[in-house]
């Protein structure tokens, strides 16, 4: 994405802050996983979201004081030594190119900087990154920064910028839907790869690992576990083991997607493992079906995720007794029991307050009805990933196969 993006969205976060304010957003730290291993690093989003740079241990400090905006970014000291061992860090060119930030120093020099600027900038108020607002969660590296602060600066107000980043995050721009669409590309040759190859006797395993190879050869990574979870796995939600062997005439309910750029795809679709659906599944099949049709058609500005859920229960609550999954109406959170949608985007289940939410174009949500029945084994979910416009949606993963005539004509054996 071109600096001037980034640049543009930490104009608006100096806006959004009063005279007087400075916010510290970090990148985040490695985590040592063992002896000298760490585990694989994943950026702060929302830091990553004002600056499009993705390594650890990066400082990025907003100011909005009398004597105008500024902002300063702090990069890992350079160390020959340990550029041997490990690779080099990102130089100050580099971190402009990327950020457009002209004023760069080295972390190094962060603690100094922030005690000397307090009183000279006339900063009274401190904005952090912190997913809640009492800093008692699971504590992160601007949490600390706060805690810290809080006892070495009594009087200065420790606020919570997290809230409003993340309400920016919500819009996409047109490069942001541009990375989504490259991850839906990505996930789509890794579900068809998986269609050919899979069949009676994998292993889940196995198959996932077809998908695997797409993604390593895109060098894309993954937005979140994959699941494969086949026969009456498929009835529990994050059934994430992949261990079981597939028995034929059973289906693989697979929720998976790549990441490219740190976009995430988030895809589900649920395969028979011999390519013919039984009669049975079929019918399944067909209801959640017409019930994902029903709320992508039903996509809008100005429509609640709520409602959008409500249109899943008024599908199941006439086609489910019909076709004798379930006896009466009432019975329909017994085989459906999560919401169809949520945001996405850096995340999966990407940032912004759901609850009476109404949707705005440039949302990307995702559309995922499911029906679980313990009962008979079956599990089915079918999940597209769609972004509201001006006037109503676009399917942004119109060409990965989901009708039974798709799915069986592609799996079907050539002669």
Not at 70 to 92: A, H, Q
Not at 108 to 116: A, E, L, R, T, V
Not at 328 to 350: A, C, F, Q
């Amino acid at each position: 994405m071109d600096s001037k993006v980034y640049a543009h969205r930490r104009e608006k976060v100096s806006e959004y802050i009063e005279v007087g304010s400075i916010v510290v957003l970090f990148a985040g730290d490695l985590i040592k996983r063992s002896a000298d291993a760490s585990y694989p690093f994943s950026v702060n989003r929302n830091f990553h979201y004002l600056t499009g740079l993705d390594e650890d241990s990066l400082i990025l400090v907003l100011a909005n004081t009398n004597q105008g905006k500024r902002e300063w970014l702090f990069i890992k000291d350079y160390n020959p030594t340990t550029e041997k061992w490990v690779g080099k860090s990102m130089y100050k060119d580099e971190a402009a190119a990327i950020s457009g930030i002209s004023t760069i120093f080295s972390i190094s020099q962060f603690d100094s900087f922030f005690s000397k600027n307090l009183m000279r900038m006339g900063i009274t108020s401190l904005f952090i990154d912190g997913e809640r607002d009492d800093f008692k969660s699971r504590i992160m590296e601007g949490e600390q920064f706060g805690h810290k602060c809080k006892q070495h600066y009594p009087a200065l107000t420790i606020l919570n910028i997290y809230p409003h980043i993340c309400a920016m995050r919500t819009i996409k721009n047109s490069q942001e839907v541009d990375e989504v669409r490259k991850a839906i590309d990505i996930t789509q040759k890794g579900i068809e790869r998986m269609m050919k190859e899979m069949k009676p006797g994998m292993a889940e395993y196995e198959i996932v690992a077809h998908f695997d190879y797409e993604l390593a050869k895109a060098n894309a990574g993954y937005a979140f576990d994959t699941i494969a979870a086949s026969g009456p796995e498929a009835t529990t939600l994050h059934y994430v083991k992949n261990t079981r062997t597939v028995l034929d005439h059973e289906m693989v309910l697979f929720d998976l997607g790549a990441s490219y750029n740190l976009y995430s795809a988030d895809i589900s679709r649920t395969i028979p493992v011999n390519g013919k659906f039984t009669t049975r599944q079929k019918v399944f099949y067909e209801i959640v079906l017409k019930a994902q049709l029903a709320v992508i058609e039903a996509i809008k500005p100005g429509v609640t995720f709520v409602s959008l859920n409500d249109i899943v229960k008024e599908v199941y609550a006439i086609e489910c007794v019909k076709a004798k999954i379930i006896s009466k109406p009432e019975e329909v959170d017994d085989v459906y029991y999560h919401s169809v949608s949520h945001l996405l985007g850096l995340d999966t289940h990407d940032v912004g307050q759901l609850e009476a939410m109404v949707l705005k174009p440039g949302n990307i949500i995702t559309v995922e009805p499911g029906l679980y029945s313990s009962k008979e084994g079956i599990g089915i979910r079918i999940e597209d990933d769609v972004l509201v416009t001006e006037n109503g949606y676009e399917v942004l993963s119109p060409n990965i196969l989901k009708s039974v005539a798709e799915i069986e004509a592609f799996m079907k054996p050539s002669k």
